[in-house]
Every structure is written in C-alpha cells, then in structure tokens.
C-alpha cells in the first residue's frame, strides 16, 4: 500500500493533466467518465485477450465494438477489424494488408517468404501524410522515404491531376488518404482517392486517427465522404473517442488480407464474417493484449452514438468560437480555415515585422507551457511558427478557449513590450 500512496502523491503531482479541459497541445483526447472507469475495470479483470480461449468474454466484447465502431462511421459491417494500442499500430495494420495485397500482385508470399527480390512498393499521398505512416512504412521493411507525395501548395494538399498520371504509370500502388491533418486540420478528397483507386487498381488506406469522427455529425460528415471505399483504415480511441490511453482501431475491407497478413505459421486460422471463435491475436500485430474493447463499449454505451455526435459538434462549436475571438482581435491571425477542433494561428501584432514573427511565437508556445494556465504549443505551418490547439476534450468550455485566446495575448504583449 506505501508504494500505492507514494505512486498517487508523487504523480497526482508530476503527471502532466493532458486529459484536462485545458489541455490543447498536439491532439490528446480526455477520458469520459464511462471509458475511464470502464480503463480501470479493464485492469481489475486483467482478461489475456489475444484469443477466444483466454477470454471468450474480451473477445465478444471486441466483435461488438468494431460492429459499433463501424455503423458510427458509415463502414460497412462486411468490413474485417481488430483493436490495436494506436492509430500507429492501426496504419501498421493497415498498410502491412496493403502490403501483402501488393506482392500478391507480384506472385509473392510476403508473410512466408519476406520481400526479397520485390521491386520497391509504390505509396502515393498528399503532404498532409502523418510521421505515424512512414513510419509504418519503415517497420514494414519499405522504408519511410517510399512515400511520394502530390501537393499543389505549401500546406500539402493533394494535386488529384498529378497523382492520376503517376498511377497511369506506376503498377500496383498503395494510396495514402489523409481524413484530418494535425497543423491545418484539412482533409484529403477521400471521394476522389477512391475513384482513383479504382479506376487505376490501386489500394486506399485511409489515416483517420481523429479525423473519422467527424463521420458522427451531418455538419461534418462531408469531410470523410469516400472513406466507405477505402481497402483499410485506421483510427484512435484516444484521441476523439474520449477513452484513455491506448486506444486504436484498424478495418480493412476484405477481412481475409488481416489473417494473411498476421496470422502465425501454426494459426492459419481465417475467421468468417460472424464467427464467434475469432482469435484476435491473429488479426494484428500483438499477441498478448488487453481487453481494449472494454472503455470503447463503455463510452459508446453509456453517451450513445447521439452522445458522442453532441461531443463532436461541441468540439467543433468551439474551436469556431475560437475562430471569432482571434478574428476580433487586432493582434491575432488565424492561418487555416477550421474543419473539425484544429485552430491554426499565430500571434501578429501591428507593427512586428514579418521576419520576427517565427521567433516571436516560437517564444510565446515556450511561455505559454511555463505559464501553465492553458497547454498549446507551436508548429510550423505553410513556413511559419503557429499556434494549433485541439479543442478535443469532452471537459473543454467556452470559458476554457475564450481563457487559451487571451492568455496568448497577454503573454504576447508582455513578450512584445519586454523585447
Ligand atoms: C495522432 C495521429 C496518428 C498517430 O496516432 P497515435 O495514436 O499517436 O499512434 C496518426 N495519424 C494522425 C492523423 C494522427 O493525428
């Protein structure tokens, strides 16, 4: 029992409170109250949840889940899946399919036989692919630096004409299609990635890690138009779902490229659409693994599809109150529109010349986080340091951004005049 209080005092302390409403660097999800007690109940019943023997119970729960998960996308239930620990093991999931898909193409075994003697596999996307992919990609033995990416301006968004000539030529390609990049919050044309996918024979992994959400609400649900077409897509629990840490999904289309692709030399077992005895372990990259469907069941059962929608829009409500606040203010900038939860700016009084700005706010995300008021940080976007908080926790309030836009006034002030 010490060790327990010593672990409480001491990190109640030094824990960084990423999952408080204030929290808005990077995109880190909060934990609503069902997911994080449904956490602890997963620790409680410590269920070895890699196969059906183990626990018939954590594995029921994971078939339920990613039925869920699917209809709360638009996915259609023929779709195979399987929980993995993040959007980073979901893209690993993902891709190694895709992978497999294309050296069959080439006659090739990859899960027997490796990817001696393979020409190198073409993966095409937007700039707006994540780190997360590449490196998927360099796990997978094809290297980060595969990706060719097709942009038609200094955010990365995706030359659609370009990448069409490049799959004229290319054989057999993987296509990486971006449903919510982390500095703008902009979206791929998952419609027209499809399309070319099809028309040109190509496989579509689709990186929705939080941007799939936005498939919950009418307002949103254009964003990701198309995802319903894609060979494999990946996605996080803990990011817009709300449930702690680690939280991942990963669906591919035809079900039966995710037991090729992972399943052991002695399991060359292939679960059927609705087969109960699905050994899980078999389907992703883990073998032991804990009962991770548990706080999504939780969530999704306790707020519903309805409750989570309202949890979406609310994100989306407020980083366009956001919006109107930088709008207003003579000092602020906003430098992307706003999608989903991503505010893309910076710090720009009257009179600080262009060529100080980078410096400036690079100084002002150091302060903030010092501070300790609100948490954001700074990226570079289109060349240039910004802020880019994401309003993605179930906690946040108007009260909590209207806070986040003027304590980087003041501390920008107070920056400019102390200069
Ligand atoms: C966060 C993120 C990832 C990686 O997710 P993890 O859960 O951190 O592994 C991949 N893609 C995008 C677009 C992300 O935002």
Redesign the pocket.
């Known amino acids: 029992m010490t060790a327990i209080a010593d672990l409480l005092r001491i990190g109640t302390r030094a824990a960084t409170h990423s999952s408080g409403p204030r929290f808005f660097h990077f ?1 880190v999800g909060g934990a609503t109250p069902a997911a994080q007690a449904a956490d602890w109940v997963t620790s409680l019943l410590d269920q070895a949840s890699g196969l059906w023997l183990t626990s018939p119970f954590a594995t029921r729960a994971e078939t339920v889940v990613l039925r869920w998960l699917k209809e709360l996308f638009g996915l259609p239930a023929t779709y195979g899946g399987v929980l993995t620990p ?4 979901a ?1 690993l999931t993902g891709l190694a399919c895709a992978r497999f898909w294309w050296a069959e193409r080439h006659g090739v075994d990859v899960t027997a036989d490796g990817l001696a003697g393979l020409p190198r596999m073409p993966v095409f996307s937007s700039g707006y692919v ?1 780190p ?2 590449r490196k998927a990609l360099q796990l997978l033995g094809l290297g980060r630096d595969a990706v060719r990416t097709f942009t038609r301006d200094d955010a990365g968004r995706l030359d659609v004409a370009a990448l069409d000539d490049a799959l004229a030529g290319s054989g057999p390609a993987v296509l990486i299609g ?1 449903a ?3 500095n703008g919050g902009d979206y791929d044309p998952l419609d027209e990635l499809a399309d070319l996918a099809e028309r040109h024979g190509a496989w579509l992994h689709v ?1 929705g ?3 799939l959400f936005a498939a919950l609400s009418p307002r949103t649900a254009g964003l990701v138009r198309g995802v319903e077409r894609a060979d494999s897509v ?1 996605a ?1 629990g ?2 817009w779902l709300n449930v702690p840490y680690e939280s ?1 999904v990963a669906f591919v289309r035809d079900r039966s490229f995710l037991g090729r692709a992972f399943g052991g030399w002695n399991a060359p077992y292939l679960p059927e659409p609705d087969d109960e005895f699905v050994n899980y372990n078999n389907l992703g990259p883990e073998s032991s693994r804990r009962a991770r469907a548990l706080p999504i069941w939780a969530t999704l059962r306790a707020y519903g599809r309805e409750g989570h929608r309202a949890m979406v829009e609310r994100h989306q409500d407020l980083a366009l109150r956001l919006g109107r606040r930088i709008a207003e203010a003579p000092d602020l900038e906003l430098l992307a529109p706003i999608t989903v939860f991503i505010v893309c700016f910076r710090y720009r009084p009257p009179g600080v010349p262009e060529a100080d700005l980078d410096a400036l706010n690079r100084r002002l995300g150091e302060e903030l986080v010092e501070d300790g008021r609100v948490y954001a940080g700074t990226t570079v976007y289109r060349g240039m340091v910004a802020l880019r908080p994401a309003i993605v926790n179930w906690r946040t309030t108007e009260e909590d951004v209207d806070l986040l836009a003027s304590v980087v006034r003041e501390i920008g002030a107070r920056l400019v005049t102390t200069a």
């Open positions: 995109v993040s959007a980073t093991f893209n994540h997360s992919s971006n919510g990049e982390v990186d890690a939080f941007g990946a996080d803990h990011k991942g």
